[in-house]
């Protein structure tokens, strides 16, 4: 069974994409940034980025049924790095995640 989760982003809309795709017990949360949602608006400080966007991969998470525990990997994309590299949709973003999670059984 398939289902698709939205943030609500403006960012899905502009683009055609959903936050994460829940697809049996897998969870493929797409590349997530520091915007806080409700309010559009994104900090300059890379640790108050990655905070919001692990908050908001969190939130999409606890949608689908999973929490920051079931995730299997996590991919990070920076403007200015040796890691993964990219430019990323807005300069004012400094980082982007993306996680896929799998949905363990609950004891």
Excluded: C, W
């Excluded at 969870?27 to 994104?42: A, E, P």
């Excluded at 403007?79 to 949709?89: E, I, K, Q």
Aim: charged share 20%.
């Amino acid at each position: 069974m398939r289902k698709l989760i939205s943030s609500g982003s403006s960012f899905e809309a502009q683009i055609g994409y959903s936050r994460a795709v829940v697809d049996d017990d897998f969870i493929f949360v797409s590349g997530t940034t520091g915007f806080n949602y409700k309010t559009m608006t994104i900090s300059d400080d890379i640790v108050v980025q990655t905070e919001q966007a692990l908050h908001n991969v969190s939130a999409a998470l606890h949608e689908a049924g999973a929490t920051l525990a079931d995730i299997v990997r996590v991919t990070y994309i920076v403007p200015d790095a040796t890691m993964f590299s990219a430019g990323l949709a807005d300069p004012r973003m400094k980082i982007e995640i993306e996680v896929t999670a799998r949905k363990t059984a609950r004891i």
